[in-house]
Structures are given as C-alpha cells and as structure tokens.
C-alpha cells in the first residue's frame, strides 16, 4: 500500500494538502513537502478544482437488489412485493455476487465508500465486497414470519455466519439483522438482541416503516413497535433502525433514552408511500443520532447517497413549511460521519488521523459555477457524476471516473438477471 | 444542415432506425438503409446501447439566476430575497449573456432542448440561446408594484419587444410576461392580456406559488389570484401558469374551463417551503394540461429536467400516500410533450414529422442494469450524466457529452461573478 498526496484540494472552505499513509489521514496542511525517498512511495495527485469530502456510509440498504431495479413499476405495493419475492426465490450465490458487485459499482461512482447491508448470503456479499475495496457490514437477518420453529435454523446460521466472519478483516464487519418487530417473534428478537450484546455487534432492524404496522402493533400490543421493543428490553446503542417514519413522542424519547441510531430512507419511503414526514428535528433535539440510507434498489432503484442528501433536505424542507430545516452541514454529517460513528468506524471527517475514506469531487464544471458555496452546489446543483474519484481505506477505488472491473460486472450481471427473468 | 441517421436505437420499447433531414425527423423504421448520394450527406450515429427520448422542455425558468447558485443557503426567505435582488440589481448586459449561456450549458448537458424564460433583458438572453442553438421563449416581463405610473415603460418595452422579437427566427419567440397577480395592476394585466391576444403570444404568470398570497388574494380582492383573473377575462388557453400550488376546486375548475396550462416546479417549491402538494391528479381528471419546469436556479439551484421529474414523481407518491401516482408515461410526458403542445411547437415526441428535439441517453452503464424498464431506470436509477447527446431542430449541439464553447462559457459565467461578488 503506497501513499498518496491529494495537493491543492477544496477541503471544507480552504485549499489544502492532504497525505494518506496507509489507510490513514496522516496530515492535512498548507504546503506538503516530501523529501525524494518519500516521493518515489507516493501517488502525487493535483487536486486544483477538485475538493474532498468523506466517503458516504450507506446507512441501510439490501445491496443485491440491484437485479431488481425497475422490475413492475406502477403497479400496487401488494402485487409488486409478489412479484419480487418470486424472482427473490430464484437468487443463488452467483446471483448474489454479481448483483452485490453491481451494487458497489454503483456506490462507488456515487461517493460511497461503506454500507450496511442487510441482505441473503451476507459471506458471499461479502467477498464481492471485498473485491471492489469497500467497507461493508452484513447483517445477517434473522426472520421467522413468527414460527418457533425456525427459530434454531436462524441461531445456528447466526453463529455459523459469526465463526466465518472472524476472518473476514477489518474492512467487513458482521450485524445481527432482525427483519422487523411484526414478522420475527419476541423469543427470536430476545435471543438476537443477546447475541448481539454477547458479541459486541450492531443490531440492523426496520422500524415504523409504515404507519399500519404501527397500528399492527396497537393491536396486537397494545404498544407502538418502540415502546414493545422496550418491553423486550431491545434496544441499547446498538441498535440502529430503518425508516422510523411514523414516531410518536414517546417513541423518539424512548430511541434517545436507549441510544439507538435512526437511518432516514427517503426515496424508499416516498416512492413505496410509506411515509413523508420523517422527523428530523424532534430526534435532533433529543440527541438521537440520524444517519442517511438509501434501501435497495427494489425500492428506490439507486443507491445514490448524494441525491438522497438532497431528497431529504427538500422534503424536510417542504413538509415542514421551513426554508431553514436540515442545513447543509447538518446534512454532510447525516450522510458521512453520523454513520461512521453508528458502526464504529473511525472516519467519515477529513481529519488528521482518521481512516482515509474519500471522494474527490470535480468543481471545474458548470455545476459548480460559481462557487459561492460547495456544499450547496454539492448536494442541490450537481449530479452525482462530479464524483471523480474515490479513496477507501487509504486505496484508490476510483481514478477518473474508472472502476476496476466494471465491464466484467456489468456482462455478469445482465447475464445472471436474464436467468432471473427469463 | 445535413441529415443525421441515428442506427439501432431503443426508441419506445422496440430498438429502430430514426432518419433526421433538415429539422424534422423523417421517418423511424427498423433497418433505414441509404443511397450512396444520401450517405454522402448524412452523419450516421451507431446508437447500440443508447436510447432516444424527445428533448426536454423546461417550462419555468430564469435562465441567468444561474449567476446566484448556492448565495445565501440556509438564510430566511425575506433575508434572502434581498441578497438575491442586491445581486440581480448589478447584473448588466454581459451578466445576463454569460448567465444564460451558463444555463443553456447545463440544460443542454441535462437533456433540454427547449426552455421557457422569465428574466431581464429577454434579446440579450435570446442571443445567448441562439448561440447555443436550442430553442427558446422569453417573456418580456411586466411588473408594476401596483403603481400605475410604470404602465407606460412597461408597455413600450413589450411593444419595442414585440418587434425584435419578430427577427428572432423560427427557434425562439416572445411571450407575454405577467409577474404574479400580486405585484401586476389590475390594469396593466388587462393590457398585458389584450396584447398577447392580438399578437398571438403566450402569457406567463406566477399563479398561487405560496399560501400567503392566496390569503391576500382573498383580504384584497375577496377571491383567489385564479378567480380574480378571471374576473378580469385575463385567462385563456394562451395563459401558462407556474407554481399553482395552493389551488382550490373551483381554481382548477376555472383552470380547465379556459384551457390554462400549469407547470410544476417541484424542486423550488420544496426548497423555498412554499407548498409540496401540487395537485396533479386532480388538474389531469379536469383535462388541465401539466408541464414541469426547474424554476430558476436561484431558488432550486439547478435547471435538470431529469432529475424534477424524479422529485415530482417522488413527491406525488408520497403526500398522496398512492405508489402508483404519476406513472412514468405521464412523466416524461409533462417533461416533453405538454410543454411542446403549450408552446405551440411541433416537438416533443420521437414521431415522423415532428421536429427533430432528441436527447440520446447511454444505457450501457451501472445505471440500466437490469434494462427492465428503460424509463424507470432513466427517471429513478440514473442521473443526467447518461445524457450522452443532443439534437436540437436537426443539429447535433451535444456530441458524447461535449458542448462548443463549453470552457469560454465556464470561464466567462465566473469572471462575471467575480464582478457581481466582489
């Protein structure tokens, strides 16, 4: 692993030097000079009209999905889930890898340098992974559509899949994945949530997608998914939850009470209807920490973090009537560090010392003209195609738009999905 | 102008040549085969792995506010408006040239062959798009402040206009500009009406953009901006409304009643908070024809047509709770072939004998993979960077991606801020 030395690059308001030393920000300053011995170990890169910003964390998302993208647009929730499942069931490990390849191309001409990946097959996600050079957590899901009797199938692939990912590296971390309160059983849930604790690891669970599985749960609970969660003493500061969408008072004070992370799915949410008005400033105020995801391409049909920086922020903007709602840096932070932090990763900031995840974005363009604010043009004027190139753990994964493989992924992946839907 | 043989390209849902002569599409059939006399004229486009749809039509902009990109994000919306016409009060000429070349680059860049504007200095604009070669409407716009001593300035700068604008040529024409019911006199509407009447011109109006000025639609005049226009005789099928977000039912009834048009500006009505419910089923039951326009870049930040008609259809899912609001045929629609009908134009669609408007999008990329759906994947996976070329009436004015003048217009747009900022 050499060195790389971004020279001359937009970070944060001023132009700076930026040296990577393995898979770390060694230094950001003014001028870095290097001596000749240093120079012959390291990639020089000028970075005039370029800027940097962290890689983006991919809070939640079923990564090979991507076979599914655009399958039965239109059509109702009900039927459309049908027809998903069906092809679903057709999903073998070749499947998987590619279609979880395809899905890293994606994340990585888009910015994103990790993701959170709740999905089937979490080892073989893991080895296409690997392969492209991201950071990635699988949660393994745990689901038994409330049958006990699945419930020492799902232990043991647990346990099985935790012995496998010991030597998985510190680029792929393991979750426990719990699909969601209505369709796994409280035993199940209170097992996972041990497990979890026992050994250190994330929980990855949907919460409150959907205003009827809250009502669901009234019913059947006589409590909000949160407050029963609560009840199974479920939730800690590993837990973090997808979509939240339909929070009450109680339920928000009880995420900040237990420390328990919400990731924000905006396309998902308004494409599928769940749900508009995700409450970004009452979880703010109580300290509950938000992060950014963009759910699978079945869903939301790209895993496009910088565009769902900018779905979100306007939607916050228009449910709430309040030009002012989710600021730009608050916005950064919900897409980069917030994450990082959710999974223990020590990145997601450019600073000295932290891992060296990120994206070089292209500013010599009409996107950014003029340049009054980068953030701005960033999230509200570009697309996602400024994102010139990409560091990971200290590695280019990205130069000039080019992404090793990317033929050779995109032959595969058409060829594995005219099996799935021939 | 030669003609231009766009070879194999998926047009609809069937792949097929598409033959260009002069400005028009001359005929699209499966295998176009020429004489060697017409080969010697004809640019011939292998177009595998690409798609054709009908060039965007931008149905509510101020081009050169590309000028005020990002100034003054996150500021209250009164505090902002004044920064905003700080700047726009030193915009001379070369401001208004280089801002609307600007805005030209990025629509063309974005798929937009035809764009409606409501800015100053309406010949200045029109010659910046002519050099860019796509087509344009300009409004001429009046906008008294109530007091009636303007009238006379106002209507003989739309009459001096007027013939100008008659040695534009058949790619750009004039429209009748009437600011907002709010800001126009009773008088100089009326005035404003008759004359676009006489002339055969298009109006454009800002129509019921936020809730206040509905509100004081109805404390001043005791009816809303839409009845009160109507009660002046001011509508009409010549009548294009932006914005018409806050619409009662007898708005709409009023609106289908005279064959008004509405365009939808998704992005800026969330970003400025001004309204995210933008009755679009309701307008189609009536037969109302919707457009969609990006509104100027001062207050949504950039002019991509694609990328509105994600965030319209997005939002309609949403705040309707209905995932199969806006389907995608209606879409491209409103971003195509109502604002051609609007304006009058013979384009909008990919059809023999329609004006030859077409934007060539690669989808041998990441984003159509699988290509189950070409215009999902093009509305919800990818972004505009898939817009590989642009043919605008007959000329090729985007080549793989490169624009003439691309870099001048860059360098331009900024040394012009550099003035506005300083």
Same mark, same amino acid.
């Given at each position: ?15 700076? #030097?930026?040296?990577?030393? /393995?898979?770390?920000? =060694? ?36 990564? &090979? ?10 059509? &109702? ?8 499942? %069906? ?6 490990? =070749? ?8 899905? *890293?191309? @994606? ?6 340098? *990790? ?12 080895? $296409? ?9 699988? %949660?393994?899901? %745990? ?15 647990? =346990? ?19 699909? +969601?309160?209505?369709?796994?059983? !409280? ?28 009502? !669901? ?16 003493? &479920? ?15 109680? !339920?928000? !004070?009880?995420? +900040? ?40 391409? /079945? ?35 919900? %897409? ?7 999974? /223990?990763? #020590?990145?997601?900031?450019? @600073? ?11 500013? #010599?363009?009409? $996107? ?17 195609? *400024? ?6 753990? /200290? ?10 493989? @990317?033929? =050779? ?14």
């Amino acid at each position: 692993m050499g060195n790389i030395l971004l020279k001359g690059i937009l970070a944060g308001t001023k132009i700076k #030097d930026i040296l990577i030393k /393995g898979n770390t920000i =060694e230094q950001i300053k003014d001028n870095i000079l290097l001596s000749p011995e240093q120079e012959k170990d390291c990639k020089i890169l000028d970075c005039s009209g370029k800027a940097a910003i962290p890689g983006f964390v991919n809070m939640h998302t079923h990564s &090979a999905m991507t076979l599914t993208r655009g399958y039965k647009e239109d059509t &109702a929730l009900q039927e459309w889930l049908q027809h998903i499942w %069906a092809v679903e069931a057709k999903m073998d490990e =070749e499947a998987i890898y590619w279609g979880t390849r395809l899905a *890293c191309l @994606e994340m990585i001409k888009t910015g994103t340098t *990790c993701f959170y990946d709740q999905y089937w097959m979490p080892q073989t996600a893991m080895e $296409a992974v690997k392969e492209m050079g991201m950071r990635s957590v699988h %949660a393994f899901v %745990a689901l038994n559509l409330k049958d006990e009797s699945k419930n020492r199938g799902i232990m043991e692939g647990m =346990e099985q899949m935790y012995s496998q990912s010991r030597s998985w590296g510190e680029m792929h971390k393991m979750s426990v994945g719990v699909h +969601a309160p209505y369709t796994v059983s !409280d035993n199940l849930i209170k097992w996972c949530t041990d497990f979890a604790r026992e050994k250190k690891l994330t929980v990855h669970i949907h919460m409150s997608e959907t205003e009827q599985e809250n009502l !669901d749960s009234i019913k059947l609970n006589g409590c909000t998914p949160f407050e029963h969660l609560e009840k199974l003493d &479920a939730l800690g500061p590993e837990t973090i939850a997808a979509h939240c969408v339909w929070l009450s008072e109680n !339920d928000m !004070d009880i995420m +900040a009470k237990y420390g328990v992370t919400a990731v924000h799915n905006v396309n998902s949410n308004l494409k599928l209807s769940s749900g508009s008005r995700f409450k970004y400033n009452e979880l703010k105020e109580r300290g509950v920490r938000v992060c950014l995801g963009t759910d699978g391409c /079945g869903s939301s049909n790209n895993l496009d973090m910088r565009e769902a920086m900018k779905t979100a922020a306007l939607l916050q903007k228009g449910w709430r009537r309040d030009p002012l709602a989710l600021p730009l840096n608050e916005l950064l932070n919900i %897409a980069t560090a917030n994450g990082a932090d959710a999974l /223990g990763l #020590d990145a997601g900031r450019i @600073e000295e010392g932290k891992l060296a995840d990120i994206a070089i974005i292209d500013i #010599d363009n009409y $996107a950014f003209v003029p340049n009054l604010d980068f953030l701005s043009n960033l999230v509200y004027s570009a697309n996602s195609s *400024c994102i010139e190139s990409l560091i990971c753990n /200290g590695e280019l994964i990205m130069e000039q738009r080019r992404v090793k493989g @990317e033929r =050779e992924i995109i032959e595969n992946a058409r060829k594995v999905c005219n099996k799935l839907y021939k």
